[in-house]
């Protein structure tokens, strides 16, 4: 499980470089950006790494939890965190969403190569 941790890792950081370069193309609030994809990095690494440790025998549930707080952490954002830091809504909680999203949309192809490969041992 620990390989597949890993190449995941590498991919979140992958998807959030490529979400501030785009995001770079659209608008010029680099702060608002760099914020929501780091938010969204960190926490995706967070989710993963509590998921995998708590529900390691259950893929399933590890999605589960892990799409649960990604979408109690979207709703915070936009009604706290926004507010709060004064940043611009717009390309803040588009990086955080598209970050979650597309990590989200890795994971379990992640997951499924890390279970073949343990099968195969």
């Known amino acids: 499980m ?25 608008t010029d609030a680099r702060d608002a950006l760099a914020a929501g994809v780091v938010l969204g990095c960190a926490f995706q ?10 529900f390691a025998g259950n893929p399933l549930a590890a999605y589960g939890v892990g799409l649960l707080g990604r979408l109690l952490l979207v709703i915070v954002a936009a009604l706290v965190i926004v507010p709060a830091s004064g940043l611009r809504p717009g390309p803040f909680l588009y990086s955080l969403v598209t970050v979650l999203f597309a990590t989200t949309l890795l994971e379990p192809v992640v997951m499924a190569a890390g279970a073949r490969n343990a099968k195969g041992r």
């Not at 190449?7 to 370069?21: H, I």
């Not at 690494?45 to 708590?54: D, E, F, K, M, S």
């Open 45 to 54: 690494l967070l989710v993963l790494g509590i998921a995998a440790a708590a």
């Open 2 to 26: 620990r390989r597949p941790l890993g190449t995941l890792a590498a991919g979140v950081a992958a998807v959030g470089g490529v979400v501030f370069a785009a995001g770079l193309a659209m």
